[in-house]
């Protein structure tokens, strides 16, 4: 009895038993998949073989990274059954694992050694292509009723929710932060750019914006104050009184309810009153010379507003229009006006005799109304233009010609029109720009740069193609090589070292020998045409004999 139920197990094994489940997977955040038997009959042995799927999901919550993209994939798992497996995947695939899948469904059917079969299937998703986000964002709100809880402290916060869409995002705030959540922050502007990080191709961005504000300073600071917002926040008086300011006990100066200022005086009666010394440093302006200003006396017709005085205390004023008065002080020696018809110099001082600035200002020459030449505080020179930079000299002639330089000498001497001294081999003594390109450089070794060159010249070697051409025989050319070294017509190395080199004269006589050579090749070429005639006369006779 035993032997025949044995037996009859045997005979179950070697049946190939078929255990097809098909299983759709519901949810796409489902993370595997596994066939089992379902029949509770104890006759039937257990599944000889077990399939468990488990598909790859991405943060978005999808099988795949981006609509229409193929990079789902599929775990396959088997348990049971004996090796070695075979696979077939309803995508004819044979591996046990496969990758670079779209959305879809997806069947495999596993095979054990023992021809034991399972089958399985599964469905991939892929994120909706028009998916958007939904952006939300919480800047906190202190019970004062402003975002920063006190003035100038630093504890605003911006919370931002972003749910739905790729679910891979960056953030770019306008200070350079990147995180999503921002704490820690001060009163102010603050923006923010949400960027679709998902490499799906769209490139979709999110802009948000937010206005952080704190509470005003409740007095003013020794150390000062920021962001204030005249004319509500001021220092002065809202009512009919002055304004004091005091130093070690005793007013320093007075802003008097008219607005009038006093600096040592107490009851200003004029826009300015000053009781002391001044010391102006810098332009003093007026709107006009004449006015109700200071007077000679009594009875005079004119009065002036800008006088004052020499170092003997002498009144010195500027008369209308613009006449130069009884004496000016140019940085303090007493001089004349430089005149219209010149100026006879009797100091041998060359310091104390010149035109010019004692201060750091520009020196400055007008025609017509307008600025034609300035040497700034620094002693560059600008002609046409306001600001030389760092050029000792520059010239800007807009549309107008620019530099023209003219010389002339003698028969007997010579000079030079244009000289630039240079210390260095790699100084570019000279450069010629257009459009912020150099075009032409010349450098203080003397090599030069230049983008194209032309040449002009007279007659080129084409003379050589003359019938009357005596082009000389190869034997004497041989001869003369050996004696001169150097080609007939060819300066020799020396005098190129003595003379230097004519580039236009050197190129024509090279275009010479140049053209000789191809004379002595078509020589060569008639006598190597001869020659092979006398050759092929000479095989067809010996043939014949």
């Known amino acids: 009895m035993k032997t025949s139920a044995l037996n009859l197990y045997r005979s179950f094994v070697k049946v190939s038993v078929v255990l097809l489940y098909i299983v759709t997977l519901g949810s796409v955040n489902a993370s595997s998949l596994t066939t089992s038997p379902k029949s509770n009959d104890p006759a039937i042995p257990p599944a000889q073989i077990s399939i468990t799927l488990t598909p790859y999901v991405y943060p978005n919550g999808f099988n795949t990274s981006c609509f229409g993209y193929k990079d789902g994939s599929i775990n396959l798992t088997v348990s049971w059954g004996k090796a070695p497996y075979h696979f077939k995947w309803s995508n004819g695939e044979t591996t046990e694992d496969i990758s670079g899948l779209p959305a879809g469904y997806y069947k495999v059917v596993v095979v054990d050694s023992k021809n034991n079969e399972a089958t399985a299937e599964i469905t991939l998703q892929e994120p909706d292509p028009k998916q958007q986000p939904e952006i939300a964002s919480t800047v906190y709100m202190y019970p004062n009723g402003y975002n920063i809880s006190c003035y100038n402290c630093f504890n605003g916060i911006i919370e931002l929710t972003v749910t739905g869409g790729s679910g891979n995002y960056g953030f770019d705030w306008s200070d350079g932060a990147v995180t999503q959540d921002r704490a820690g922050l001060g009163a102010g502007e603050y923006s923010v750019t949400i960027s679709d990080n998902s490499s799906c191709g769209n490139g979709e961005k999110y802009y948000l914006s937010f206005n952080l504000r ?96 020499d170092e003997v205390g002498t009144i010195i004023t500027l008369s209308d229009p613009f006449v130069v008065g009884t004496q000016i002080h140019f940085c303090g020696t007493p001089s004349t006006a430089w005149f219209l018809g010149g100026n006879q110099i009797n100091s041998t001082n060359a310091n104390a005799n010149y035109i ?190």
């Open 214 to 309: 704190e509470p005003g300073k409740e007095g003013w600071t020794m150390d000062g104050n920021y962001n204030t917002s005249p004319p509500g926040q001021f220092i002065g008086t809202a009512d009919n009184n002055d304004l004091v300011f005091k130093t070690n006990g005793m007013e320093r100066l007075t802003i008097s309810k008219d607005g009038n200022v006093g600096v040592g005086v107490n009851n200003p009666d004029t826009k300015l009153g000053v009781n002391g010394n001044m010391n102006i440093t810098g332009i003093l302006k007026s709107d006009s010379l004449a006015g109700d200003g200071f007077k000679f006396d009594s009875t005079s017709a004119k009065s002036y507003n800008l006088v004052y005085a």
């Open 356 to 545: 010019g600035t004692c201060n750091y200002r520009p020196f400055r020459i007008f025609t017509n109304g307008s600025e034609r030449f300035r040497i700034t505080e620094d002693g560059n020179l600008g002609i046409g233009t306001d600001d030389p930079e760092n050029y000792k000299a520059k010239i800007d002639a807009g549309e107008d010609n620019g530099l023209w330089i003219k010389t002339t000498h003698g028969n007997s001497q010579y000079g030079y029109c244009f000289k630039m001294d240079v210390d260095r081999d790699d100084t570019k003594a000279m450069a010629v720009w257009n459009s912020g390109i150099e075009n032409f450089l010349v450098y203080g070794s003397g090599r030069v740069f230049a983008r194209e060159i032309t040449v002009s010249l007279g007659t080129l070697g084409d003379f050589v193609f003359d019938k009357d051409y005596n082009l000389m025989t190869i034997r004497d050319l041989e001869k003369f090589i050996y004696k001169n070294h150097h080609l007939p017509g060819i300066p020799s190395a020396n005098e190129v070292n003595s003379n230097g080199l004519n580039v236009g004269e050197f190129q024509n006589l090279l275009l010479q020998k140049i053209e000789e050579l191809t004379l002595y090749v078509i020589e060569l070429n008639k006598k190597n045409e001869e020659m092979e005639k006398e050759i092929s006369k000479l095989k067809n006779e010996n043939k014949n004999d």
